[in-house]
């Protein structure tokens, strides 16, 4: 079974953000970014509203609405902070949305649970890494909610534009180290299921 999406005002109003500016691929992205985290981080005292907020932000600055001189994560984790500061949230929360959305492309595992669900649902999406923490049944139904549409070539296209935008950012570091941009196109999250 899919993990609940917290509903509040804050997450319906990210979600809407995410929608007006992320194409379809990248919208559905975020929310499998989200679910894939909630399956593998199980903490029962992870900040569900925060972790949904900066996942439905983290890649906004690859976007047409939000691309700009400054690095992707950069601009995302500004972007959050701009909103939630317009909710009334406090400072705390803000920066671990901040924090979350900044870190979520590191390649060590994160250990602040809001910053591990970010990075591990991304993590499985872009890579297939940790899919096999996944239950078959939920990476099935996740992955029927939020189809995978052009995901694999439209986010090599945003990766490798990034990666030359800012060859000292997060994507040019992970394209040197692991050659992620060869990973698009043989996540095993795409394999046909039996």
Do not use: K
Request: charged content about 20%; hydrophobic content about 45%.
């Amino acid at each position: 079974m899919i993990p609940t999406i917290p509903r509040t005002p804050t997450t319906r109003a990210a979600a809407d953000l995410a929608a007006e500016a992320a194409p379809p691929y990248l919208l559905n992205h975020s929310y499998r970014t989200y679910l894939f985290g909630r399956c593998i981080v199980v903490d029962p005292e992870v900040d569900q509203e925060a972790a949904f907020v900066a996942a439905m932000i983290h890649d906004l600055g690859l976007t047409d609405t939000y691309a700009g001189e400054r690095e992707f994560a950069r601009v995302g984790a500004d972007l959050a902070c701009h909103f939630l500061e317009g909710r009334g949230w406090d400072l705390a929360r803000i920066h671990l949305v901040e924090e979350a959305i900044l870190r979520h492309t590191n390649l060590m595992a994160e250990q602040v649970p809001v910053f591990r669900l970010v990075q591990a649902g991304a993590a499985v999406d872009v890579a297939g890494l940790g899919w096999e923490g996944l239950a078959p049944d939920d990476l099935a139904d996740i992955l029927t909610a939020y189809p995978r549409l052009d995901f694999a070539s439209g986010m090599r296209s945003s990766f490798l534009a990034e990666a030359h935008r800012h060859p000292e950012g997060a994507f040019a570091h992970l394209e040197r180290v692991v050659a992620l941009s060869d990973r698009f196109g043989s996540n095993p999250i795409d394999a046909p299921r039996a």
